[in-house]
Nanobody, 119 residues
Framework: QVQLVESGGGLVQPGGSLRLSCAASVSIFSIAAMGWYRQAPGKERELAASIPGVDSVGSTYYADSVKGRFTISIDNAKNTVYLQMNSLKPEDTAVYYC??????????WGKGTLVTVSS
């Protein structure tokens, strides 16, 4: 069982920045990939960004809508994945969920953190 705890959401003005954090209860070395998904009101959940785990194949992915503005990264020592969000837009408003895909093929989700971009 993997527990994921997100933090860092909140209210920010358009053009502002936020950094989301997701702390995993297991070693990052047991995770094949981690991602940040988001779900806006009335819309389906979508993948915003993902990153392969340590010693995993694959490359970092960004949705076209966030490319150039968001950066996903992993701190192996802290078992934590981050999402740095810059130049935020009202359309980035959503609940952001952390996902971990383990090396044994299971998926785990955090409870979500709300990001609201509004003036």
């Amino acid at each position: 069982q993997v527990q994921l705890v997100e933090s860092g959401g909140g209210l920010v003005q358009p053009g502002g920045s936020l950094r989301l954090s997701c702390a995993a209860s297991v070693s990052i070395f047991s995770i094949a990939a981690m991602g940040w998904y988001r779900q806006a009101p009335g819309k389906e959940r979508e993948l915003a960004a993902s990153i392969p785990g340590v010693d995993s194949v694959g490359s970092t992915y960004y949705a076209d809508s966030v490319k150039g503005r968001f950066t996903i990264s992993i701190d192996n020592a802290k078992n934590t994945v981050y999402l740095q969000m810059n130049s935020l837009k009202p359309e980035d408003t959503a609940v952001y969920y952390c996902n971990a895909h383990t090396r044994w093929g299971a998926d785990y989700w955090g409870k979500g953190t709300l990001v609201t971009v509004s003036s």
